[in-house]
């Protein structure tokens, strides 16, 4: 099937790859003594990219010899540079070379640099409407960002579109030339204005806007949140000539006449003759190998030929039926995937079952298509329940793509589907949290080099989007088969990589993939809700709404839109000249959350709409939404529990998202009233006390933390006796707090400035709080300089239990982006041990269920540290110790895990 490909246009930052591949790649030489690592490298690169996407349209462009316009401007540009390594430069020509063989366009241009002839192209390609993907490692790229331009750096795959731009950099992308002009490149010895680093430079983008708005508003950079803001406008001044040199230097061109445009860039058959003796000289042997029968860098006959539906089979008839399900039964493990109607799984009608022994081989089983002319098919009861036996063994291993939501569909049809050995989704999950997206399509490219049959191509997009039964059989089977075949292939490519650590392959299969069992139980069974409750919820939230709607019209003196940034910006910041704290990328006074905080100290507007914000959010989220979410068959709510989502192993859920029911308002705690039990039962709510803190003490060892929490302390309490050196018994209520910020703070690599914002204390006493505190326990100092070395030196850090973080930052140059990394480091191990040591509770407690309590506990949700059940009043007490004792021992560190659990008629009353 041909397919449009998501980025018709591809340009490759050939001179970016060139130095990338020489410095990451080992030293390879073929037997002549020639270096080829480089070679290797870059071509490597460019067949993996071409798999990935199939361009339509391409080109590698590189750096030409000699002077560029900028070094006219600026004769020291880029003169710190050391000149190019001789074993690199032998490698440039056969680079080409082969490039070239392989039929794709290369430009090198005389005068410029290969960023000149990329913005150009890229300006040419937005403005026809093409969508283009720029492949470099350059960040200085990101300023040819727009709504049809994506950078990606194939080392970690991140894509970087508008919006990822301004997560990354805090600005958009067309205030990156603005950006590199204050802070200067060392790189390319752009000189920017001295004494502006990356926060600086942010605070006056954010703040004021861009250069020309910077300049002409000195005045107001004094009134900037940044170190050295006051002094900054006379340095801003005295070095203008330096700034606007600057923008210059890193402002790419897009205005090249070139030979060629966009239209031009099609590749052209590749040379196998020209293209196999360079294989053989450089010594390439595999890809010489693959020449024998195919093209090694054309999408439509890339090296995933094992992904292919000539070996796709639909099963239309008894016979093939039971020749299926006899070979289904026989094998060591297979692949099983559902189709249905919808992705709500308490609303889910099985279409069809696809199924996978061997790779390469697949099949389709339809029950459910029901457009007309629909051929014949198995009927889905008769179908179900021959499958049922084979489902519902234990012994016979199956694989899936996010199976929990299959088991789910399955016991809408009274299926409990077991003997769920892997999942190919938490594989992916556990070898890399943070590699990208878990899901098949990302997967399939990642790991295995193809591009899926996405489901918009075959049943169209938007509303008039059809269902998987109203699809045209053959193209449903080729793409429901596909996955089954994607799937197993998956696991097997997966497996043998998870397999190269002693520890990850056990976090699979004793953990994520048991949980997801238990997950599906906990969502199919949903929670009990009192929608009279939250009604008239809704009705009270509604008339204080009002009330402070009304409250704030009359402070502003006429009426407007709260919902409008616009309007707010204009009563706020005009109209009653409220100071501005905080600019938005645009040069905007900012009205977020963190900017009426600060001005409801002082300020009554700000205030009410901060409540007015919460309250809406509140009625919006929960206390309207929650009552439709009753399922109409079950009259419960049922979430959907996510676990390849959190990058530390925590769970999170969505529709409704339980985790983020406010707790710290009444209004809040008011919405988990509505959370009841049956009648004869009682909400228990068991939560771990502390975990975090406790899991400080184990993973330091500090013989003091590890006293206070074997000896019952408070833990607050005690901190604050050590560092502020007072009896236990002497310690204030302002010292508790401080400790506690203090405990909490250095869990999450809270810097001395971060905690004396918190405390709203100078820097230096902050910092002398936490000089005392490493003084009392230099257990935790260690811990924290022991786990930054690891992280730098491995590239990850480990929760007790082996599941890994892996942090892509922690050797960034960006220093903002390394220290992010660094408090990662430290608070990742215990984060993610917490959420280990909960998901090994939910194990052991499901287990004593299944044996001993069936009828009488249902564990119901999971939010963060705690568990919530519905449990029969008659035998309550022994069953919420039972449960209790469990998780209390779901772990063995060096300190004792204190588990507190709370009995109610709902959820609130038992927290």
């Known amino acids: 099937m041909s397919k449009q490909p998501e980025y018709p246009l591809i340009l490759v930052d050939g001179s970016s790859y060139l130095f990338r591949?020489?410095?990451?790649?080992?030293?390879?030489?073929?037997?002549?003594?020639?270096?080829?690592?480089?070679v290797y490298g870059v071509i490597n690169m460019l067949r993996s990219l071409i798999r990935q996407y199939s361009p339509e349209k391409i080109a590698v462009v590189f750096d030409a010899k000699g002077k560029t316009f900028r070094d006219d401007i600026y004769p020291e540009y880029k003169a710190h540079r050391p000149p190019m390594p001789d074993d690199l430069r032998a490698q440039i020509q056969p680079i080409h070379d082969i490039i070239r063989a392989m039929g794709l366009p290369i430009i090198v241009e005389d005068g410029v640099e290969a960023d000149d002839v990329i913005g150009t192209l890229t300006r040419q390609a937005s403005e026809a409407g093409i969508r283009t993907l720029v492949s470099t490692g350059d960040k200085d790229l990101a300023q040819l960002v727009d709504h049809n331009v994506t950078l990606i750096n194939t080392m970690n795959n991140s894509l970087l579109d508008p919006d990822a731009v301004v997560e990354k950099f805090g600005i958009p992308p067309e205030l990156v030339i603005d950006f590199l002009a204050l802070k200067g490149d060392k790189v390319d010895n752009i000189p920017g204005v001295p004494g502006v680093g990356d926060k600086s430079a942010l605070a006056m983008l954010q703040g004021l806007g861009d250069l020309n708005s910077i300049y002409a508003r000195l005045e107001d950079i004094a009134s900037l949140d940044f170190r050295g803001a006051k002094g900054m406008a006379a340095k801003m001044a005295e070095y203008e000539e330096q700034a606007r040199l600057s923008y210059q230097l890193a402002t790419i061109k897009t205005d090249l006449q070139l030979q060629v445009t966009p239209e031009d860039l099609t590749p052209s058959g590749a040379d196998k003759q020209k293209l196999a003796a360079l294989f053989a000289e450089f010594e390439f042997k595999r890809w010489l190998e693959e020449l024998g029968d195919q093209d090694p860098t054309l999408p439509e006959t890339s090296s995933d030929t094992s992904i292919s539906a000539e070996r796709y089979e639909t099963i239309l008839t008894e016979k093939q039926f039971f020749y299926w399900l006899e070979k289904l039964s026989q094998a060591p493990l297979f692949a099983l995937d559902t189709e249905t109607t919808s992705l709500n799984y308490m609303e889910a009608q099985i279409v069809g079952l696809c199924f996978a022994v061997t790779p390469g081989e697949a099949a389709y089983l339809p029950v459910g298509h029901d457009y007309m002319d629909a051929p014949q098919q198995l009927g889905r009861a008769w179908v179900l329940d021959q499958l049922k036996p084979l489902l519902e063994d234990e012994n016979r291993l199956k694989v899936g793509q996010h199976i929990k939501y299959d088991m789910n569909v399955l016991a809408n049809y009274g299926i409990r589907l077991k003997g769920v050995a892997f999942d190919t989704m938490l594989e992916s999950y556990v070898l890399n949290s943070v590699a990208g997206r878990h899901d098949m399509d990302s997967l399939a490219e990642r790991y295995l080099g193809h591009k899926t049959i996405h489901f918009e191509e075959i049943a169209g997009k938007g509303a008039k989007q059809l269902t998987f039964n109203q699809i045209p059989l053959e193209q449903a089977a080729t793409y429901a088969a596909e996955d089954a075949d994607v799937t197993l292939q998956l696991h097997q490519t997966l497996w043998s990589q998870l397999k190269e650590s002693k520890q990850l392959p056990q976090i699979v299969t004793e953990l994520e993939v048991p949980l997801a069992t238990v997950l599906a139980k906990m969502e199919y069974r949903g929670v009990l809700i009192d929608s009279q409750k939250l009604r008239l919820q809704s009705q009270q939230l509604a008339s204080r709404i009002l009330e402070l709607e009304k409250e704030v019209y009359e402070l502003a003196g006429e009426e407007f839109n709260l919902g409008s940034t616009k309007q707010l910006q204009e009563i706020l910041f005009n109209k009653l000249n409220l100071p501005v704290v905080k600019k938005t990328p645009k040069g905007v006074p900012s009205t977020s959350e963190e900017v009426l905080q600060t001005l409801a100290n002082q300020f009554p507007m700000p205030k009410l709409l901060m409540e007015y914000r919460g309250l809406t959010k509140l009625k919006n989220t929960y206390t309207d939404k929650l009552p439709k979410m009753i399922n109409h068959r079950t009259g419960r709510v049922h979430t959907s529990y996510h676990q390849a989502v959190a990058a530390t192993g925590r769970l999170s859920s969505t529709d409704p998202n339980l985790q983020n029911i406010p707790i710290r308002t009444a209004e809040g705690r008011r919405v988990r009233q509505a959370f009841v039990a049956e009648p004869g039962y009682k909400i228990v709510a068991a939560d771990y006390s502390q975990i975090e803190l406790r899991i400080m003490a184990h993973l330091s060892a500090d013989k003091g933390l590890v006293d206070a929490f074997a000896q019952g302390k408070d833990i607050h309490r005690a901190t604050a006796a050590e560092v502020f050196g007072v009896a236990l018994d002497?310690?204030?209520?302002?010292?508790?707090?401080?400790?506690?910020?203090?405990?909490?703070?250095?869990?999450?690599?809270?810097?001395?400035?971060g905690l004396a914002q918190q405390l709203n204390v100078p820097r230096q006493e902050a910092q002398s709080y936490m000089d005392l505190y490493f003084d009392r326990y230099p257990g935790v100092l260690?811990?924290?300089?022991?786990?930054?070395?690891?992280?730098?030196?491995?590239?990850?850090?480990?929760?007790?239990?082996?599941?890994?973080?892996?942090?892509?930052?922690?050797?960034?140059?960006?220093?903002?982006?390394?220290?992010?990394?660094?408090?990662?480091?430290?608070?990742?191990?215990?984060?993610?041990?917490?959420?280990?040591?909960?998901?090994?509770?939910m194990l052991a407690v499901d287990s004593w269920i299944?044996?001993?309590?069936?009828?009488?506990v249902r564990m119901l949700m999971q939010v963060h540290d705690e568990l919530v059940f519905e449990i029969k009043e008659q035998n309550l007490d022994s069953h919420r110790q039972q449960i209790v004792e469990l998780m209390e021992n779901a772990a063995s560190l060096d300190v004792p895990l204190l588990v507190e659990a709370g009995v109610g008629a709902n959820w609130d009353e038992a927290h």
Do not use: C, W
């Open 850 to 856: 299944e044996a001993h309590a069936a009828e009488e």
């Open 730 to 753: 002497q310690v204030s209520a302002d010292q508790r707090r401080s400790a506690k910020a203090i405990n909490f703070g250095l869990i999450y690599g809270m810097s001395a400035f």
């Open 782 to 841: 260690d811990y924290m300089e022991r786990t930054r070395a690891q992280a730098k030196q491995q590239g990850y850090v480990s929760t007790v239990f082996g599941r890994r973080l892996y942090l892509p930052e922690i050797k960034s140059s960006n220093g903002a982006r390394r220290k992010g990394a660094e408090r990662a480091a430290i608070n990742a191990p215990m984060q993610g041990t917490a959420a280990d040591i909960i998901k090994r509770a």
């Open 21 to 38: 591949a020489f410095h990451a790649m080992p030293n390879l030489t073929n037997s002549k003594g020639d270096h080829t690592g480089a």
